[in-house]
């Protein structure tokens, strides 16, 4: 059965969201601080982690950078009373895979969750890949150049290892919020080209790696053209 927590300070919204989900037939847990909610991520596994931005004692933020920083790519749908773009491109970016704005309808909630598990799953292979100079540990979490250690958070880290994956093809922004970000709504957007933004100026501030295909997309070049 599928396993779902729910991390919300609010018990009287979080008893909803639980009955809603078990009605469902999800398996749910609930807890009511961002400590705990740390704690439980870390020791059991689940299939989504329902995440309010608002708790007392640890924000969720850190909750999602200390997960994050743990290595689980377990889904996170973060609940958030902010309505901004600057908001939900700060959950985005702390590693986030969707929100939902308060106050909400369940089933939208429902519909969300349900699209995140259908993603697919992590993209497999070997732990360490290799690039241009650019080395990429997943299972630390780490990215390196030149010996190097490159500080990314969560989003930079997982759009520079789909493009090392995939080095010398151009993919359309559409593609990578399919395959990085679940929503594509215009904060998303934002997010991508931001995200995009900061990966290259961490990673290539001479521009000679990661491309913009004007009118096409973007890719990580490897060939070297003959001038």
């Keep these: 059965m599928t396993k779902i927590l729910v991390v919300e300070d609010n018990e009287d919204l979080a008893q909803v969201v639980r009955s809603y989900l078990l009605f469902e037939h999800y398996e749910v847990e609930n807890v009511f601080n961002g400590r705990e909610g740390l704690s439980r991520v870390k020791t059991y596994d689940y299939d989504v982690i329902v995440l309010d931005l608002g708790l007392p004692d640890l924000s969720g933020i850190d909750v999602l950078k200390g997960l994050r920083e743990s290595g689980s790519r377990t889904p996170?749908?973060?609940l958030t009373g902010q309505n901004s773009v600057e908001e939900k491109e700060k959950g985005l970016d702390a590693g986030a895979d969707d929100?939902?704005?308060?106050?909400?309808?369940?089933?939208?909630?429902?519909?969300?969750?349900?699209a995140l598990l259908r993603r697919p799953p992590p993209i497999a292979g070997n732990n360490t890949i290799s690039v241009a100079g650019v080395t990429l540990d997943t299972s630390k979490f780490q990215v390196t150049k030149g010996g190097e250690v490159i500080q990314l958070v969560n989003r930079e880290f997982q759009l520079l290892e789909f493009f090392m994956r995939h080095p010398n093809q151009v993919f359309s922004a559409e593609a990578l919020l399919n395959r990085i970000w679940p929503n594509t709504s215009s904060s998303a957007s934002q997010a991508l080209?931001?995200?995009?933004?900061?990966?290259?100026?961490?990673i290539d501030p001479e521009g000679t790696l990661i491309r913009t295909v004007h009118g096409v997309g973007y890719m990580l070049e490897t060939e070297t053209k003959n001038s």
Excluded: N
């Excluded at 929100?99 to 349900?114: D, N, Q, S, W």
């Design 76 to 78: 996170v749908l973060i």
């Design 193 to 202: 080209r931001t995200t995009m933004k900061r990966l290259r100026k961490k």
């Design 99 to 114: 929100y939902v704005t308060k106050p909400f309808h369940m089933k939208e909630l429902g519909a969300r969750i349900r």
